[in-house]
């Protein structure tokens, strides 16, 4: 198989993301959108890891963290959005999170 | 491959942390003598682990000591809070001592995993520190800032990394400099990789264009953890890229440089204009850490040898004195008089004469002033590699960018100066407002009068520093 | 064309579709549902690149707890699930265009650095192969990372219970 | 400790704790000891000068200080700084001396207004006998936050503290440039030692080098300052109170004039020759512009302000010219200008504290008949600024001429007697203005005032110890020329 094919199956998920982080209103779609930008990095690295397919196997592990992270990360983010749900009322956050306050 | 030696100090603070928890947990009452006095000595103990002669690399030391140190200060001076009902005492620590273990093994790593997995640990439990105080609206929204920025500087990282392992093959920072440059792909793709891998952690460093989330974020948090944020947080990035930049992606330079110094200017512009127009002090000094950041990121651009990686450090170092004063004092004030605006420090150098000249020669300090010497010095250093005529200069516009924030750094500091050995304001002619025993308020007070001594005593000999920061 | 190949393409449809729907769709529940069938056909494409550890860790640790984890917090949020339910920001078309060109940008990377290289018969990631490498080369980022989990359980933990409000005992309004 | 590092340190350590006892210290008692410890730094300088030869560097010391970056604790005193730091020393001295009496009203206590007095002296003597292009700057920026306290807290008038933040922002920018060539310089010659880089001849070459150059130079102009990096100075001047006036003037601005001898002249001798005839013609331009806007001023402090640009244009022709004549017209130019310009705002701030304010209108006319003493003053005062032979400043003024006539090393003929004539109709305008000032001020039909008084109290001896002095440089010019001449080379070492 081209190593190419991975790849770029990898850019479109990692533009749908971006696309999710930006555009999505409510704070767990907002996280998917995240997630989905792991999970492309994630077969960024599967596949060079069988390209390469050197005996430390680098990629899949650094995936398997990844896979990790993101599930740590997911938790995290979802108790800091109950708390936000619990102080405002809701769990929209306004257009891109970084404007949001001064 | 391991050099078991190096864990232990991360491994005694991550302990610290979850025997503080623990501790917290099982106790009938909470309190924050328990958990605090672990904290501490896990921390002293930690400190002594990375003095101890036998360690072999003076940078990743230094750093080490200053991720450990700053904690430490911000350890005592968050016993200020002692009885602030929102604050969890046991979770405070834990969170506060595992993310500094973060943070050092973020500094001790040699390959892209153990990175970006200390990556994380520094900057998830501190995410959670910035939403803590319960039921705060500012919180939750700082921290869900925080942590979308985060969560997505982490994703283009980890993205960045996977083109370096795809171009190279290894994720190791030794063979990283050897196969990188020896790749089979283009040299655009081999450096638009290093130059994602990078771009992430400027994220965290606060660098211009995310900067965004940190004055929303520092505001929603308390005042210590602020602190935490802006000295710890951004010691453990700076520290990585340091080391990251000369050793895994030194003969990438060309892709990497013009990047770094880019957003070193503007991080210093953008800071420091941010700064001007704030009138509240945690705000001033949260854009004023953004433009801070920016002097860290200046010697970086012309970062070759491991020699050159002092200078940031070096700066770091004093900033983090610094910071962790004037934090530490608005810290203070805020829990006894129950505000941090420009108001609540009027007059602070006639009520409070310790504190308040500490909070002076803190903000001296940032500004780069004398009598401040080691802040002048710090400014020094920063300049000198961007102006050393071995390199060709090529950044001397970035010099002259960075000497001309100097003097906006040194206008706002100086009006905030102005503020505090003013008349004494309302705020603080009234009583105070503080739940806090007096023990608290003197431990805190401890950990402002300690730093602002070191302040002193290395604005007469800065060498005391610098020497020990190879 | 080998049927490897073909498996792959069929699921790399699969996968975009579904992504597409997942950050487009109208409803909640349903963006969530997407989602799953987002990382289910990544996990296929992970078994064609013979990362069998790595397929079997995704289905289990995505699809079996993180998805669970979402759909619950969308109905703590008590959030409307019908349709128009979710929402999007303002700059919705600015976003697209920042979407698209990362993709296009990372695309044109991928094609620039490895185009004409293929994947022979690599060796299968199968999980004694990975728990070798893991627990030799890799043991201490895999420490950190249970420090990480146990952080950000503990994290999570703390921000989600106890609910108090503000203003009990002397923090007062004044403690802004 | 040698007796130049006692005599920095002194008035450093008194100023800082009378500024950080929070006003405990009566402000007369705080005065007294303020002029006691300018005494003891002169005495302790004067021994050091005496004790030591001609052409040596008086009281050295020499200690390790920031290893890392090779910054030097290098501290003396020699033919050069001699005469700035006994002016400096004596202006401080007189500051403190008028403040026993006249201490201005402000927000804060009056012995903290000596204090930030003591710590600017102390400063500016850091300044003139560092060694290290480091501890240079450190002194030459620890002058400016107590400034920047004296005009703001004790200045008069609505704008003084923009003013003060206008002349902060303005000497800030200026330094900040400055040190970037400074750490150039630093990097280039491998050493921050004067005495390496000036003496040893250590050349800063290649655009590097004259990166240093101009970054150097335009610190300093704004310090001095040049035309038309002027614009932070009359307000500055206007606003401060008396004691704030006369240190600006007085020992603020010859930082600038010392900077341009030590570390632009000496240091970097290639390219200030490069850039000499530009220089040299701002400061022409300054003069005449100086003595125009002179003529237009309403206001005494702000006419005085005004007249130090002219003044300083000389001392930086003189500067320019890189000539042995010239760099000691340069030392003797600042140090005349120190105390005639001195004497001018002392009086007008004696003025001020009677009339309220210095304007044309507030003081009336016919001062002659109305106080005949104290318009005595200020027209020798006046007289004296304009350059009239047997006063201080005009040995200044003439040696500037004549080392642009005989043509030194740097600037060329056509363009050095081009300068000389505009120069010269420089001193006929202020002639014009001087002028202008005596008769509408002290002549005139008399508008008696019930304020009306002579000098009094802690005036008296200041204004006679100036009138004194600016006799005495009048007379004997040789004074200052004899000690300046046999360190010449330390500035001039570089220059072909």
């Known amino acids: 198989m081209p190593l190419a094919w991975p790849l770029i199956l990898s850019a479109v998920l990692f533009g749908i993301g971006v696309y999710g982080v930006l555009a999505r209103r409510h704070a767990v779609l907002v996280l998917i959108g995240v997630e989905m930008m792991l999970a492309a990095v994630t077969l960024d690295l599967v596949a060079f890891d069988a390209w390469w397919g050197e005996p430390s196997h680098s990629g899949q592990v650094l995936s398997l963290f990844v896979i990790a992270l993101a599930a740590a990360e997911i938790g995290l983010g979802l108790a800091i959005v109950l708390a936000l749900y619990r102080a405002t009322g809701t769990a929209d956050v306004d257009d891109v999170p970084a404007r949001e306050r001064r | 491959m391991i050099d078991w030696s190096d864990v232990v100090a991360p491994l005694v603070v991550a302990g610290g942390g979850i025997l503080a928890l623990l501790l917290d947990a099982f106790g009938t009452r909470r309190s924050w003598r328990r958990s605090g006095i672990v904290s501490f000595l896990a921390l ?158 400027l994220f965290k460093l606060g660098a211009v264009p995310l900067h965004l989330w940190v004055p929303g974020t520092y505001r929603g948090a308390s005042v210590p953890v602020a602190a935490y944020l802006s000295v710890v947080s951004k010691a453990g990035a700076a520290g990585a890229l340091v080391l990251l930049l000369p050793d895994a992606f030194g003969l990438q330079g060309e892709s990497w440089r013009p990047v770094v110094a880019v957003a070193a200017a503007l991080t210093l512009v953008v800071g420091n204009l941010g700064a001007w127009v704030q009138d509240d002090v945690v705000g001033l000094l949260a854009w004023s850490s953004i433009a801070q950041a920016g002097f860290v990121l200046a010697p970086m651009a012309v970062l070759t040898t491991p020699g050159v990686a002092s200078a940031p450090i070096r700066y770091l170092a004093v900033y983090a004195l610094a910071n ?32 308040g000249s500490a909070l002076v020669l803190a903000l001296l300090t940032l500004a780069g002033f004398p009598p401040a010497v080691i802040g002048l010095v710090a400014k020094y250093v920063v300049l000198e590699p961007l102006l050393d005529p071995r390199f060709g200069t090529p950044y001397a516009w970035l010099a002259v960018v960075v000497a001309l924030n100097v003097v906006v750094g040194l206008v706002y500091y100086l009006r905030l100066v102005a503020v505090v050995v003013g008349p004494v304001g309302p705020r603080l002619a009234g009583s105070t407002v503080s739940p806090s025993p007096p023990r608290a308020v003197v431990v805190a007070r401890t950990a402002v009068l300690v730093p602002a001594a070191a302040l002193v005593v290395t604005s007469v000999q800065p060498d005391l520093l610098l020497s020990w920061i190879p | 064309m080998s049927a490897v190949e073909v498996v792959f393409l069929v699921l790399a449809a699969v996968c975009v579709f579904s992504g597409l729907q997942a950050v487009t769709c109208d409803r909640l529940v349903h963006a969530a549902l997407w989602f799953v069938l987002t990382l289910g056909s990544l996990a296929g494409t992970f078994l064609l690149l013979a990362a069998e550890l790595l397929a079997w860790v995704q289905v289990l640790v995505y699809l079996g707890s993180v998805v669970v984890l979402l759909v619950f917090a969308l109905m703590l949020t008590r959030a409307p699930t019908g349709s128009g339910s979710a929402t999007f920001t303002r700059n919705r078309w600015l976003a697209a265009v920042i979407g698209t060109a990362t993709s296009v940008g990372l695309g044109v990377l991928g094609w620039a650095g490895f185009g004409g290289q293929e994947i022979v018969s690599p060796t299968v990631g199968s999980p004694e192969v990975i728990g070798q490498v893991l627990f030799t080369e890799w043991v201490l980022p895999f420490e950190i990372l249970s420090l990480v989990l146990l952080a950000a359980l503990v994290g999570a933990i703390a921000l989600s219970t106890g609910q108090r409000t503000v203003g009990d005992s002397g923090a007062a309004d004044g403690d802004r | 400790m040698s007796a130049v590092v006692a005599a920095v340190l002194l008035p450093l350590l008194v100023g800082g704790g009378l500024v950080l006892s929070g006003g405990r210290v009566p402000g007369r008692v705080a005065a007294l000891a303020g002029a006691a410890t300018t005494v003891v730094s002169a005495a302790l300088v004067v021994a050091a000068w005496a004790a030591s030869g001609r052409g040596e560097v008086a009281g050295e010391v020499d200690a390790a200080w920031i290893e890392a970056i090779g910054a030097r604790w290098h501290l003396g005193v020699d033919g050069i700084s001699f005469p700035f730091v006994l002016m400096t020393l004596l202006l401080g001295l007189l500051c403190c001396v008028s403040l026993v009496d006249h201490a201005p009203a402000g927000d804060g206590p009056p012995s903290a207004l000596v204090g930030l007095v003591l710590v600017v002296v102390g400063a500016a003597l850091g300044v003139f006998s560092s060694l290290d292009l480091l501890l240079f700057f450190v002194f030459f920026e620890l002058a400016l936050v107590p400034m920047w306290f004296v005009v703001a807290r004790w200045g008069d008038g609505e704008g003084r503290s923009r003013a003060a933040t206008r002349f902060l922002v303005f000497t800030v920018t200026g330094s900040a440039l400055m040190l970037a060539g400074f750490i150039t310089v630093g990097r280039l010659a491998g050493s921050l030692q004067l005495t390496d880089i000036a003496v040893l ?9 004259m990166f240093a150059a101009v970054t150097i130079l335009l610190g300093l102009a704004v310090k001095t300052p040049v035309w038309p990096l002027h614009t932070w100075l009359p307000d500055a001047h206007g606003s401060a109170p008396t004691v704030g006036s006369v240190l600006l003037a007085g020992v603020f601005l010859k930082l600038g004039t010392y900077g341009l001898l030590r570390v632009w002249l000496a240091v970097v001798p290639q390219q200030a020759e490069v850039l000499a005839p530009a220089l040299a013609t701002f400061a022409v331009v300054g003069i005449v512009w100086s003595a125009l806007a002179c003529l237009r001023q309403t206001d005494l402090k702000r006419l005085v302000a005004f007249s130090s640009v002219g003044h300083m244009g000389f001392v930086v022709l003189a500067v320019a010219s890189a000539s042995p004549l010239g760099v000691s017209a340069a030392v003797l130019g ?23 304010a210095t304007s044309w209108e507030a003081l009336g006319r016919g001062l002659w008949l109305r106080t005949p003493r104290t318009a005595g003053v200020l027209a020798f005062a006046a007289i004296a600024s304009l350059g009239l032979p047997g006063l201080a400043v005009f040995w200044g003024e003439l040696l500037t001429l004549r080392a642009l006539y005989e043509v030194g090393p740097v600037l060329g003929r056509p363009l050095a007697w081009t300068l000389l004539a505009v120069a010269a109709l420089g001193v006929v305008l202020t002639s014009a203005y001087v002028a202008a000032l005596l008769r509408r001020v002290l002549q005139g039909v008399p508008t008696p005032d019930d304020r009306d008084g002579e000098l009094a109290g802690s005036d008296v001896p200041v204004v006679a110890v100036l009138v004194a002095a600016t006799v005495v440089l009048g007379v004997a010019p040789g004074l200052v020329l004899g000690v300046v001449e046999p360190d010449l080379l330390a500035v001039l070492g570089g220059v072909r």
Not at chain 2, 168 to 185: C, F, H, I, K, Q
Not at chain 2, 344 to 354: D, I, N, Q, S, Y
Not at chain 4, 201 to 209: A, C, D, K, N, W
């Open chain 2, 44 to 201: 002293v103990a930690a400190l002594v682990v990375l003095l101890s002669p036998s360690r072999p690399d003076g940078l990743q030391q230094a750093l080490g000591v200053l991720v450990v140190g700053g904690t430490l200060l911000v350890v005592l001076a968050a016993a200020v809070m002692e009885h602030e009902d929102s604050m969890p005492p046991g979770e405070l620590h834990f969170l506060l001592l595992v993310s500094a273990s973060g943070g050092l093994s973020m500094v001790l790593a040699r390959d892209l995993a153990t990175l970006v997995v200390s990556l994380e640990l520094l900057s998830l439990p501190s995410i959670a520190l910035v939403g803590l105080r319960r039921g705060d609206v500012d919180a939750a929204r700082g921290a869900w800032t925080f942590f979308v920025v985060s969560v997505v500087s982490t994703a283009v990282t980890l993205l960045g990394i996977a083109f370096v392992y795809g171009v190279s093959g290894t994720l190791v920072y030794d063979e990283l400099a050897l196969r990188l440059s020896a790749s089979r792909a283009p040299a655009e793709v081999v450096g638009a990789a290093v130059v994602l891998t990078v771009v992430g952690l």
């Open chain 2, 324 to 355: 962790l004063v004037a934090f530490g004092v608005v810290g203070l004030v805020r829990r006894r008089w129950g505000g941090t605006s420009m108001a609540h420090v009027a007059g602070l150098v006639r009520v409070e004469p310790w504190t």
């Open chain 4, 201 to 209: 001849r250590v050349l800063v070459t290649g655009p590097v080098g």
């Open chain 4, 334 to 356: 600042s140090v005349a200008h120190g105390v005639v310009t001195g004497l001018l705002f002392f009086v007008a701030g004696a003025l001020r504290r009677r009339y309220g």
